[in-house]
């Protein structure tokens, strides 16, 4: 064995001996529903695609098309060859959807946080963060080289405590948080959070990967409060309820043309391929024009957790924190033996003592599924 290799398997064997080692499983999705795993066909509460469109006629008879049409690549960097028309069409979208004034899209949620946070925010500066954010909006605010500053989940007084402390030390100060928290399926305060940006001349950025398509009538987590709170910066998943790839920012017009002028994983990173935009497209426009599709996945979520007895869902994700990863790992394996795949979330992923099984619902789950997969919980896991 090489230095390397002794270096690395030393690592793995330590990540095992805390039973947080993870391995790549075979999987194969074939509905937007099911999954076929280890030689089995499992009923899956572990994929984000909440309104089943990466299985959708439409959204795939688009995808096909511009394959066709187009090929498979985008050539290059969007600001060199890979600017395909289809692009401003999904941007326009986007930006409708969002109610904002432009929109630019990423080859992923993760790329674009790691792009958009440093072209805004430079060394002097602050980014004010959810400590329970996902991880790439705090590699963001890492790459930005920022000060940062966790404040307490949801804890919004706290955030207004370290404004007051320390805003005035810096030029430009970036509030960060998800919209609906991606290991914990509950809503961010965004109305109460933009207030408090205001007062101290903050910048709110909300990463709502889970709240589009879901949340706020399909719009996203912004459109899910009493009050329509004022948010600079819309970012975004489409790999998600949107059931495809990439990622984006929703924002105003400079901001926009700031970003793509200077997000290096915009500018030094291949365009997506045209029918990974294509598809995008179509999935907005059945978001958009279909509410009784987008309401079903928290409908869905709602009667699991009334059904195993837990605290009403607020999206489409229902954490069971179980404690330990040896007990999420026993309880993922008892559903599996049932036919359903709940995977078990382990640390670093969430904080130490709380791994659990996350469920996520789609609008296409079968009442009965989730009816049998509630009474498992209650019978056999939380019992
Ligand atoms: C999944 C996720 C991302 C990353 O999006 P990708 O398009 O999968 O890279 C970003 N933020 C949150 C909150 C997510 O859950």
């Known amino acids: 064995m ?3 290799d002794q270096f690395a398997a030393q690592k793995l064997r330590d990540i095992e001996a805390r039973r947080l080692r993870r391995s790549l499983i075979d999987t194969a999705r074939t509905d937007g529903i099911h999954v076929l795993r280890n030689g089995r066909r499992l009923v899956s509460f572990s994929c984000n695609d909440y309104l089943n469109l990466s299985h959708h006629p439409q959204v795939k008879a688009a995808a096909s098309a511009a394959l066709e049409r187009y090929g498979t690549g985008a050539g290059a960097s969007r600001l060199v060859t890979g600017n395909h028309p289809l692009f401003a069409a999904l941007e326009s979208r986007l930006a409708q959807l969002k109610d904002a004034e432009a929109a630019c899209i990423f080859g992923s949620g993760y790329l674009a946080n790691a792009g958009i946070v440093p072209a805004l925010i430079g060394r002097d500066d602050l980014v004010l963060i959810d400590e329970l954010a996902h991880a790439c909006l705090w590699a963001g605010a890492r790459l930005a080289r920022a000060n940062v500053l966790a404040y307490r989940h949801n804890d919004v007084e706290q955030a207004a405590a370290l404004l007051a402390e320390f805003r005035p030390q810096h030029a430009n100060v970036l509030i960060a948080t998800d919209g609906v928290f991606s290991m914990d399926g509950d809503l961010a305060p965004l109305p109460d959070l933009a207030v408090v940006a205001a007062r101290h001349d903050a910048w709110l950025m909300v990463d709502d990967a889970h709240g589009l398509g879901v949340v706020g009538d399909g719009r ?13 910066l819309q970012m975004g998943t489409l790999s998600k309820a949107v059931g495809g790839y990439g990622g984006y920012l929703c924002a105003s017009r400079p901001v926009i043309d700031l970003i793509t002028n200077r997000a290096r994983s915009f500018v030094y990173s291949t365009g997506l391929p045209p029918a990974t935009v294509a598809a995008a497209s179509a999935a907005l426009d059945i ?11 928290l409908c869905n979520a709602r009667r ?31 559903l599996e033996e049932e036919g359903f ?42 019992a």
């Open 2 to 4: 090489t230095a390397l």
């Open 304 to 334: 699991f957790t009334r059904a195993a007895g837990l605290p009403d869902a607020q999206s489409a994700i229902v954490p069971v924190v179980l404690g330990t990863a040896e007990r999420a790992l026993a309880a993922s394996r008892r």
């Open 220 to 232: 996203g987590a912004r459109f899910a409060h009493a009050a329509l709170p004022d948010i600079p």
């Open 287 to 297: 978001i958009a024009r279909d509410p009784d599709l987008t309401a079903k996945p």
């Open 341 to 382: 795949l709940a995977v078990a979330i382990r640390p670093p992923t969430v904080p130490d003592g709380t791994a659990r099984l996350r469920f996520a619902f789609t609008a296409g789950h079968a009442d009965t599924d989730i009816d049998q997969v509630a009474a498992l919980m209650r019978e056999r896991v939380l």
